[in-house]
T-cell receptor
Framework: GQQLNQSPQSMFIQEGEDVSMNCTSSSIFNTWLWYKQDPGEGPVLLIALYKAGELTSNGRLTAQFGITRKDSFLNISASIPSDVGIYFCAGQPRGAQKLVFGQGTRLTINP | GAGVSQSPSNKVTEKGKDVELRCDPISGHTALYWYRQSLGQGLEFLIYFQGNSAPDKSGLPSDRFSAERTGGSVSTLTIQRTQQEDSAVYLC?????????FGPGTRLTVL
């Protein structure tokens, strides 16, 4: 079935550093979404991407929909303590409404 | 609030018992989704509703799992004869278009 390979699995950074994570797939996706999940809560939508090549920002977050439609990345600039959590990419396959999720990137910020 | 709500937030049951999990979507959202998240993993799609019908049930892991949606609103996910491997967080999401908004989940523990 369709799978998303998300990397890295975990990141340990200093406050103020920039962060980059990405997802790749062997399948084409029509939509890419990035979510953040805090412990004990559901995922919260950060950015949605709808067109190949699209680059979208939301505050300190920037995400891109890969030109091949098989990958996406998320960048976080100037990280702050509240950025701690697990980030998930999700892709919507062609002709489907469901989302396929990556395994997540756990972000830890050292004080 | 106006978000997706789920109940109960936690459910502990004995192996072999049946459980029902409830989801109240965002008012006006026509699409509703159920996902399952095992510890430390990404989300796994279970079933998708458009209105009261379920055009995609491909993620239901066995015939012990079923779901219904009534009045184009509330949905119930039922797991019969629960097994220990059913232990997970069950997440519900709703949408009007591509962006899916998640509830806080129900943590199911099967002893």
């Amino acid at each position: 079935g369709q799978q998303l390979n998300q990397s890295p699995q975990s990141m340990f950074i200093q406050e103020g550093e920039d962060v980059s994570m990405n997802c790749t797939s062997s399948s084409i996706f029509n939509t890419w979404l990035w979510y953040k999940q805090d412990p004990g809560e559901g995922p919260v939508l950060l950015i949605a991407l709808y067109k190949a090549g699209e680059l979208t920002s939301n505050g300190r977050l920037t995400a891109q929909f890969g030109i091949t439609r098989k990958d996406s990345f998320l960048n976080i600039s100037a990280s702050i303590p509240s950025d701690v959590g697990i980030y998930f990419c999700a892709g919507q396959p062609r002709g489907a409404q469901k989302l396929v999720f990556g395994q997540g990137t756990r972000l830890t910020i050292n004080p | 609030g106006a978000g997706v709500s789920q109940s109960p937030s936690n459910k502990v049951t004995e192996k072999g018992k049946d459980v029902e999990l409830r989801c109240d979507p965002i008012s006006g959202h026509t699409a509703l989704y159920w996902y399952r998240q095992s510890l430390g993993q990404g989300l796994e799609f279970l079933i998708y509703f458009q209105g009261n019908s379920a055009p995609d049930k491909s993620g239901l892991p066995s015939d012990r799992f079923s779901a219904e949606r009534t009045g184009g609103s509330v949905s119930t996910l039922t797991i019969q004869r629960t097994q220990q491997e059913d232990s997970a967080v069950y997440l519900c999401a709703s949408s009007l278009a591509h962006e899916q908004f998640f509830g806080p989940g129900t943590r199911l523990t099967v002893l």
